[in-house]
């Protein structure tokens, strides 16, 4: 049975649909007697993403006491409701390419995560520094692991980075193991990263690590520095954690509060950092 609403369902919004007693028949003319009904939520509106709109800049492995962690910058600003893919599972030479499993994250209801911001993953306990993650999780194996993003699905996957801490296979069909063929639509320097040759690491290994260059620049000259394993500052596995940077990348103009009196023609906008009066008071630079 298909149904055909009226109008559009609102966006991110939960539904309850159901079937009353007595009103459909089934194939053979006989009335179902029960009523039969069942909820389900609207997708929330998913950005478009392209490859190189995240980018890694840290990860735990096997960091003695220290859950397993990943750490990524976004160059485009996240919408609330924003769905993305995180995954160890490999990608092969096999007819579906993309092996399934992994958890989504999802960002908050009611907020915009700005380019420049650094999003932390806990890929085992499930939890994060913005938005929120479900899914079954996974843990990083210190004999060598990656993490592919993407949005979609394992069957139509739209890849945005992937990290490994070995190097990347030329073949394979095994979705088990240590080792992954790149996805085909990423470049390494470009818009993913192996950090095999990063400075200490064990036999084409890098158990941990994390970007230690520059915070300033356009997104595409930090993003070419990032994925530069030279960039890095690494440790063997069972070691202790790592501390990571307070990284300060360039974000995203925020508005913070916009207020308005009651009979006035002034709306005043605050922004979480200085703004050109001149540009900041022309409502032709504003959209909403």
């Known amino acids: 049975i298909t149904i055909n609403p009226t ?37 929330a509106v998913q950005e478009a993403f ?66 420049g911001s650094v999003i932390t993953i806990k890929t085992n306990a499930l939890t994060s520094n913005l938005g929120t993650v479900t899914g079954d999780g996974f843990g990083l194996s210190s004999n060598g692991d990656q993490v592919i993003v993407y ?20 073949t394979g069909t095994d979705c088990g193991g240590s080792v992954s063929m790149l996805p085909a639509a990423l470049t390494d320097g470009t818009n993913s990263v192996s950090l095999s040759t990063a400075p200490g690491n064990v036999t084409g290994n890098t158990a941990n690590a994390f970007y230690n260059g520059t915070n300033d620049g356009e997104p595409s000259a930090l993003r070419a520095l990032i994925l530069d394993p030279a960039n890095w500052t690494t440790s063997a596995s069972n070691t202790a954690p790592q501390t990571w940077p307070t990284w300060a990348f360039p974000k995203a103009l925020q508005v913070t509060t916009v207020s ?29």
């Open 7 to 43: 109008a559009d369902l609102a966006n991110d919004t939960q539904y309850y649909v159901a079937l009353l007693a007595n009103t459909v028949e089934d194939l053979s003319d006989n009335a179902i007697a029960d009523e039969n009904g069942a909820f389900f939520t609207t997708a």
């Open 50 to 115: 392209t490859a190189g709109d995240f980018a890694l800049v840290a990860y735990r492995m096997s960091a003695t006491g220290a859950d397993d962690e990943v750490a990524f910058v976004t160059f485009k600003d996240i919408p609330n409701g924003t769905n993305i893919n995180f995954t160890d599972s490999k990608y092969t030479a096999n007819a579906q390419p993309q092996c399934a499993g992994g958890i989504v994250w999802t960002a908050n209801a009611n907020t915009c995560i700005p380019a």
């Open 151 to 170: 949005t979609g699905t394992a069957d139509a996957p739209n890849y945005i980075t992937a990290f490994s801490s070995n190097a990347w296979i030329v």
């Open 260 to 288: 308005a009196t009651a009979g006035e023609v002034t709306i005043v906008i605050t922004f979480d950092a200085p703004v050109d009066p001149v540009a900041g008071g022309d409502i032709l630079n504003y959209t909403g």
